[in-house]
């Protein structure tokens, strides 16, 4: 599957960039900031592990790393918590999970979903650092006991999202993008 952007600039597939794939990763990071800020009330409760899992599924790495560093920098700003201490965790954990995302393609469903049930707690687990030096707290456990309700809330919806979504949501990004090509 090849992206085009500008037929000067290629990218790590060889695919080339062009203002159609320029203007697809904007409205795919559109769709990755707007879910959050409408799900935020909800905490932990996101569908930003599935769509960076469906990206990965159909665009390449180039155009995933663009993305995620968009939406990090974007949900920073708009959480207004532009500080490098919580933006580096953050941007590791999502651009670590399109990279696994990108290796488990084509493989069986349940994969899926137990990875996504696993960054639940990865990511989590990747702001103790940050959390311990900002609260001013330099034990573990008593962070990660307070912490675990909500990394077991995003873990069991990662897990549920992905299982009820990420085939309809892969076929259907991926017919829009054949769709596309055909006209």
Same mark, same amino acid.
């Given at each position: 599957?090849?992206?085009?952007? @500008?037929?000067?600039?290629? $990218?790590? #597939? #060889?695919?080339? +960039?062009?203002?159609? *794939? ?21 905490? #932990? ?6 769509? +960076? ?15 995620? *560093?968009? %939406?990090?920098?974007? !949900?920073?700003? $708009?959480?207004?918590? $532009? @500080?490098? +201490? %919580? ?8 651009? =670590? ?8 393609? @084509? ?25 311990? =030096?900002?609260? !001013?707290?330099? %034990? ?6 307070? !912490? ?9 919806? #990662? ?6 979504? %990420? ?8 017919? =829009?993008?054949?769709?596309?090509? *055909?006209?």
């Amino acid at each position: 599957m090849a992206l085009y952007i @500008n037929s000067s600039m290629k $990218l790590i #597939n #060889n695919s080339k +960039i062009t203002i159609r *794939s320029i203007t697809l990763t904007a409205m795919l990071l559109a769709i990755l900031v707007v879910q959050e800020e409408v799900l935020v009330i909800i905490p #932990n409760v996101q569908l930003t592990t599935l769509l +960076i899992m469906v990206y990965a599924a159909i665009l390449p790495m180039s155009l995933l790393v663009i993305l995620v *560093s968009g %939406y990090v920098l974007l !949900d920073s700003l $708009l959480m207004a918590s $532009l @500080n490098p +201490i %919580y933006m580096i965790p953050m941007l590791v954990s999502w651009l =670590l999970l399109a990279i696994f995302s990108k290796k488990l393609k @084509n493989k069986q469903l349940w994969v899926y979903v137990v990875f996504g049930f696993l960054f639940g707690f990865l990511y989590g687990w990747s702001f103790i650092p940050s959390k311990m =030096l900002t609260l !001013d707290v330099f %034990y573990v456990w008593p962070y990660l006991i307070s !912490d675990l309700p909500f990394e077991v809330i995003m873990a069991v919806t #990662n897990a549920i999202f992905i299982l009820l979504l %990420y085939k309809p949501l892969v076929a259907l990004l991926q017919s =829009l993008l054949d769709r596309d090509k *055909s006209v």
